[in-house]
Structure formats: C-alpha cells, structure tokens
C-alpha cells in the first residue's frame, strides 16, 4: 500500500491546546489510547477544527510543548491522527511542534514525531542562550541547516522573538534558508512584521523559485504564514500563504472563511468589501484574545465546548473574573457571532 499524500497546502492551520486532567496534570498515559477523558477532548477538537477545513498543529506554543515529555508528544501525536483517519480526514496533514534547546534534541524531536505520525515539523529558534546566539547569524543559521538535513520530515521555521529569547529573524536570513536548505517547508512569523512576509513572500512566491529551488519533498513547498489573524487579508495580496493561529481554535470556520474571501477577492474584486468586514472583526478579536494568552483560549474552549481546562504550571490559570470579562467583550461576542453564521456550532 502506497503512502497517503498529506500536501502541504497554503490556509489555516491551528494550534491545538494541550488537554490536561483536572488537579494531577497527567494525560493519563496508561489509559490514553483506549478512553482517557482529556484524549478525547483532544479527539474532539482535532476533527472540530478539521471540519471546518483547518488543519491541526500538535506541541506548538498553544500545546505548551515546553511542558510535555517525549512520550508525551509522541501520544498527542498519535491521538490526533487516529481521530483525524477515523473521522474520514486522512490527507489532512499534521504539523508538530519538534523545537528545543539543542540541536541534537531537536533532531530528535524530529525523527520520533515522523515516527508517531506527524508530516510536517515546525522548529523554533534555540533561545535558551539567546545572549551568544542573536548577534551570531552564522550560528542560527547552521541550527536551521543541520537540523532540516537531518528530518526525516519537512521542517517549518518558527519566528517567535518573545518565545526565543529575543532572537528575530530576518527576511534575507529566511529567503537564503529556503534557498539552500531543500527540507524546509515554510516559515511562521509570530513576529507579526507585515513587511517581512512581503519581502520573503516577493521571493519564495514566485514560480522561479520553486523551479531554481526545488523541494526535497515535492508536497512541501515554501510556505510564507502569519502568526496572528489580523493580517490574512493583507498577506493575500502580497503572495503570503495564510496563517497559523491560536484564534482558529475558537472560529475555525470564521478564519477560514476570512482566507477563502481574500483568496477570492483576487480575482473578483466585488469580494473585497466583505473580507475586510470579516477582517475587521477577527483582527479585533485576536487583539483582546491574544492577550488572554493559552490560559484565556482555554477558558473558552471550556465555555464553548465543554473542554479546555487550565495549563500546566507553572502558567498560571486565567482568573475567573478575568475570564468572565474576556467572554462578555464585544470583540470575543462579535466573534462568535461571525462563527454561528458561518456554520459553527457550540455546546
């Protein structure tokens, strides 16, 4: 039997939460596979968000990978793809968070994840030691080279100064990495720099480069996506790729919606009004979500769905009143109130 064809393709992909049991943090190890209560939530919200033509991303940010063990990734990872294959999603792709501190770990982070299932990996900059490596180009450099040589699967870049010591990366240092580096697969910008995705998107967007630079994996193209919500209309239009984003675990359907109309609005201009309507809501939205941090998306997975439940400590639960707050803003209801139209359904 030939291999399923997971492709990487330009959208919306989410950042799923980690799911943890009440009072003793476990994901219940033994009984995970079988019907443990937080893997089933993780289930749940794999195939909701599926449905709605998002595609997951397991031990990221949101799934506070910092916190899981090995074996810990590699059971996230294998759940999310049973659910994903039995729910009939079985060419959607799985992107898993594989960053750490070393090179060497994160290497092999890479292998055991394309072991349990994942197609895709997604590496953060190593920030532990930040003070020798931000002002060292040909280190961070080396770092992205070695470590998508040596995946076994396609490796996505992952830009986050505030989760990597400050370190940010460049537009020419990214360009030259997709250039001769034929595994990476994309990059993600949690910067939120609107003129770097236009500067790499003006390069890597282009039909010559994918000609000049063709990837090791012919399903895996270099994809240029946003962190944040609040510019998918605009990366449409310099050639970005769509975003990966902690709000589509809210508004799935809304986020892809927001991508299909500024995709479309290309071609039909009549389009355009609405996009920046749905833009103007989710960008608002992102603004006081975000801020709520994992804690606070948690929190309304809880009100919405029935599960979320609170992070791992030493990450601090929301405090209900300032949940209570975050549920009643207007920007969360105007949300909301976007997601019921376009076809979410709540619990």
């Given at each position: 039997?030939?291999?399923?064809?997971?492709?990487?393709?330009?959208?919306?992909?989410?950042?799923?939460?980690?799911?943890?049991?009440?009072?003793?943090?476990?994901?219940?190890?033994?009984?995970?596979?079988?019907?443990?209560?937080?893997?089933?939530?993780?289930?749940?919200?794999?195939?909701?968000?599926?449905?709605?033509?998002?595609?997951?991303?397991?031990?990221?940010?949101?799934?506070?990978?910092?916190?899981?063990?090995?074996?810990?990734?590699?059971?996230?990872?294998?759940?999310?793809?049973?659910?994903?294959?039995?729910?009939?999603?079985?060419?959607?792709?799985?992107?898993?968070?594989?960053?750490?501190?070393?090179?060497?770990?994160?290497?092999?982070?890479?292998?055991?994840?394309?072991?349990?299932?994942?197609?895709?990996?997604?590496?953060?900059?190593?920030?532990?030691?930040?003070?020798?490596?931000?002002?060292?180009?040909?280190?961070?450099?080396?770092?992205?080279?070695?470590?998508?040589?040596?995946?076994?699967?396609?490796?996505?870049?992952?830009?986050?100064?505030?989760?990597?010591?400050?370190?940010?990366?460049?537009?020419?240092?990214?360009?030259?990495?997709?250039?001769?580096?034929?595994?990476?697969?994309?990059?993600?910008?949690?910067?939120?720099?609107?003129?770097?995705?236009?500067?790499?998107?003006?390069?890597?967007?282009?039909?010559s480069f994918a000609t000049s630079y063709p990837r090791r994996n012919p399903d895996a193209p270099f994809l240029v996506l946003g962190g944040f919500t609040d510019f998918i209309l605009s990366a449409a239009y310099v050639n970005g790729h769509g975003a990966i984003t902690g709000l589509a675990n809210i508004s799935p359907f809304t986020i892809a919606k927001l991508f299909e109309l500024s995709e479309a609005s290309l071609k039909d201009p009549s389009l355009l009004p609405e996009a920046q309507r749905v833009q103007g809501i989710v960008a608002c939205a992102d603004f006081t979500i975000a801020k709520a941090g994992i804690a606070g998306t948690k929190a309304l997975l809880e009100k919405l769905y029935g599960y979320?439940?609170?992070?791992?400590?030493?990450?601090?639960?929301?405090?209900?009143?300032?949940?209570?707050?975050?549920?009643?803003?207007?920007?969360?209801?105007?949300?909301?109130?976007?997601?019921?139209?376009?076809?979410?359904?709540?619990?």
């Amino acid at each position: 039997m030939s291999p399923i064809s997971r492709p990487l393709k330009s959208g919306i992909y989410a950042p799923i939460p980690t799911f943890f049991l009440p009072g003793s943090e476990e994901l219940d190890l033994i009984l995970s596979l079988i019907y443990s209560s937080d893997l089933q939530a993780l289930e749940a919200h794999v195939v909701r968000v599926a449905q709605a033509g998002v595609s997951p991303l397991l031990a990221g940010t949101m799934g506070e990978a910092l916190h899981l063990t090995h074996d810990e990734r590699t059971t996230v990872i294998k759940t999310a793809r049973r659910a994903l294959d039995a729910a009939g999603f079985k060419t959607v792709p799985m992107i898993v968070g594989t960053g750490t501190g070393s090179t060497r770990e994160t290497i092999t982070l890479c292998t055991e994840a394309s072991e349990a299932g994942a197609d895709y990996a997604i590496v953060i900059t190593s920030g532990y030691f930040a003070g020798v490596l931000a002002n060292n180009r040909k280190a961070v450099k080396a770092f992205y080279e070695e470590v998508s040589e040596k995946s076994p699967i396609p490796v996505v870049i992952y830009n986050y100064p505030g989760a990597s010591g400050g370190i940010d990366l460049d537009s020419d240092l990214i360009t030259e990495l997709a250039a001769e580096c034929p595994n990476l697969a994309g990059v993600k910008l949690t910067c939120g720099n609107v003129g770097k995705l236009t500067r790499i998107s003006a390069t890597v967007s282009q039909p010559s480069f994918a000609t000049s630079y063709p990837r090791r994996n012919p399903d895996a193209p270099f994809l240029v996506l946003g962190g944040f919500t609040d510019f998918i209309l605009s990366a449409a239009y310099v050639n970005g790729h769509g975003a990966i984003t902690g709000l589509a675990n809210i508004s799935p359907f809304t986020i892809a919606k927001l991508f299909e109309l500024s995709e479309a609005s290309l071609k039909d201009p009549s389009l355009l009004p609405e996009a920046q309507r749905v833009q103007g809501i989710v960008a608002c939205a992102d603004f006081t979500i975000a801020k709520a941090g994992i804690a606070g998306t948690k929190a309304l997975l809880e009100k919405l769905y029935g599960y979320g439940g609170n992070p791992r400590k030493p990450l601090p639960p929301i405090e209900p009143e300032d949940a209570a707050a975050l549920w009643e803003h207007p920007h969360t209801q105007g949300l909301l109130e976007l997601e019921r139209a376009f076809g979410g359904k709540f619990s």
